[in-house]
């Protein structure tokens, strides 16, 4: 795809991706070595309490299944789930050891039993627990403050991170904003938190020139009560809550090459229905189903598909005869460029926010990035100023067909600056 035919403009056309994944290395480093610090009082009594409460989901289950078992046990959850209660099997996956109760495929069944839900939060609470609450205050330096590592996935471009990973930290919930909570500013600092709103969505809508995302975006209307509307056929105004979260996954189901199927397990719903939102969301984005077309018929005739700043993704297995190999390598195809380009426009932004807080704001320092987002730790005096300064730098490092949006919260921890 020649990217000239599209709407964009980037300000630093010079500049690849190979040289961005160079010039961001150092300041990942900068980050690992500064840290952020950790209330463990916090983390503990929070421990303490999740820990009760798992306890008693525990109860709620053995009461449910008539006895007690290892919930833990994926064997021993399948004799329960399956032989002993009789839960349908029909559209679960399988494995070796038999049916699959990961959590995904036991919320297919969530509607069967009241055993499902108490099981998923019970899982829910012990991967925190085990992830989150007991390791993290056991990771520390002698100042209260922990070091993630951060790399660049060879794959995608995107950061990831380990020892400890931050990236599965719950966004929304109780419990996420909980952890989050842990994260505190030094004192006589404040913690920034600077969100990218649905770059993604931003990034394909002028990939595609997608006329009727742009003019969405342009008007600054919800993304995702506009594809409500639109495939519900209903006034903005009269948009549930229910809907807006159909249309959202739709939205992101569609950037992902999601299929009827995926989309119908994501929603709970038969995969007709997810057939038709899909069919009715390209019979009104025309663009996006011709970029999604184009980047399939590429990768087939290329083996690859590449990012805004020339990252290639090389799809060797797009013309299997295997077909859910190639149809894995087609969704690739169809979001690669997407996710990679977000992924380059946020390490050019923390780039020329390094320079920038190094030049004139040499006391902040930036310490996390998860996913879209950074967190900034700046002198309480300077907090506004550098919050201002943080997301004219992510909103202006590249010019789209439409506006970036950044969403800027000053804190005492990150849950409150989120």
Not at 6 to 24: F, G, H, V
Not at 184 to 205: C, F, H, N, T, W
């Amino acid at each position: 795809m020649n990217w000239k035919d599209k709407n964009l403009d980037i300000k630093t056309p010079s500049i690849t991706s190979e040289q961005i994944n160079e010039q961001i290395k150092p300041v990942l480093r900068k980050m690992e070595q500064a840290g952020i610090r950790i209330d463990c009082n916090h983390l503990k009594k929070l421990d303490e309490t999740l820990t009760e409460k798992l306890n008693k989901i525990e109860s709620d289950i053995y009461n449910l299944a008539g006895h007690e078992f290892n919930v833990s046990s994926p064997i021993q959850m399948s004799e329960v789930l399956f032989t002993e209660l009789k839960l349908p099997t029909g559209e679960l996956k399988k494995t070796k050891t038999g049916i699959s109760t990961a959590a995904s495929e036991l919320k297919k069944i969530e509607k069967d039993h009241k055993i499902i839900s108490p099981i998923l939060e019970y899982r829910e609470l012990s991967k925190l627990i085990s992830t989150y609450l007991k390791p993290l205050p056991t990771l520390v330096d002698e100042n209260s403050r922990l070091h993630t590592s951060y790399g660049l996935e060879t794959s995608t471009g995107r950061i990831n991170s380990s020892e400890p990973n931050l990236q599965n930290i719950p966004i929304r919930g109780k419990y996420g904003e909980e952890i989050r909570s842990a994260f505190i500013a030094s004192p006589g600092m404040k913690l920034i938190s600077a969100d990218y709103s649905q770059i993604e969505l931003r990034v394909v809508a002028c990939l595609a020139n997608d006329q009727n995302m742009i003019v969405s975006f342009q008007n600054g209307e919800d993304i995702h009560a506009r594809t409500a509307s639109e495939i519900f056929e209903v006034s903005l105004d009269k948009i549930t809550a229910e809907q807006r979260r159909v249309a959202k996954a739709v939205n992101f189901g569609i950037v992902y090459g999601q299929t009827p199927f995926g989309l119908s397990q994501a929603l709970s719903i038969e995969t007709s229905k997810a057939a038709e939102y899909i069919n009715h969301y390209f019979d009104i984005h025309k663009g996006i189903k011709e970029y999604i077309n184009k980047m399939i018929d590429r990768a087939h005739t290329d083996g690859y598909v590449e990012t805004l700043f020339g990252m290639k993704r090389y799809l060797p297995n797009i013309n299997s005869t295997i077909r859910h190999i190639a149809e894995s390598e087609e969704r690739m195809a169809i979001n690669t460029p997407v996710q990679g380009t977000a992924s380059e426009i946020l390490k050019l932004a923390m780039i020329n926010l390094d320079g920038k807080l190094t030049a004139q704001y040499p006391e902040a320092k930036m310490l996390l990035t998860v996913h879209d987002e950074l967190v900034v730790e700046v002198p309480q005096k300077d907090a506004k100023k550098v919050a201002q300064a943080v997301k004219e730098v992510m909103r202006d490092v590249i010019k789209l067909c439409i506006p970036i949006e950044v969403s800027v919260g000053i804190g005492n921890n990150w849950a409150e600056a989120k």
